[in-house]
């Protein structure tokens, strides 16, 4: 059983092994084995074949030598590479692929969040803009270039740097939310005037008599009965 398990935990040979080398011409051929494989530096075979390169006398003067190498690259099948003298050898491993990568459901999930999050800053701040332009700004061109502007900065980041994750988005929101505001501010620098902001007076208006309605209801309706249970009968 731990055999089995031996086998299938080992991860396979990587790089380039040199099995064996033979140098010459037929039928004068000299092992040189180790001599190639004291030439491969960083993994790799790069070299003119000569018989001074590798370090000792041809086998055949006067004639092309011949270079021989059998060969694996990454743990695979035997390769044979011939090459003559005054040739170059190039041989090399391709990288294999890193082990896959684990599934992290917590990194799962932030990720969802993180695009949640960002479709939901894109939709608001693109709407907000487009309404400044619309009805701050009584313009059709400024609203679609507001809102351009405001999402496509959010789309921008969302493509470019969802790598980092969510606390890039916690990080570099307040730069992007701060893009209307101080599109706002240097328009009123040269045109105090120019924008209409009632409509978001009125909007603030509404939300805060939404939310202060319910609230003055339910705190008068919790402290009633209290108050009447306090009084005493005349």
Known sequence: MSDKKDKKSKKPDTGLEIIKASYGVTPNFVDVTE????????????????????????????????????????????????????????LSAPPLDDDPPVFNPAYEFLLVLFYFVLAICITYFGMSGFRLGKEGFGSDIIAYLLAILAGGSFIAFGTSGAATGIMALLFSSPALIAVIPITVFLYSLYNPAGIDFSYALKQTTDAAAAIVKPVAETVVAVATPVVKAGVPAL
């Open 35 to 90: 001599p190639v494989k004291d030439m491969m530096k960083g993994g790799e075979l790069d070299f003119t074949v000569s018989a001074q390169g590798l370090g000792i006398l041809s086998p055949a003067p006067g004639v092309v030598n011949t270079l021989q190498i059998q060969f694996k690259t990454n743990g695979g099948r035997v390769q044979n590479l011939t090459v003559d003298d005054n040739q170059p050898v190039l």
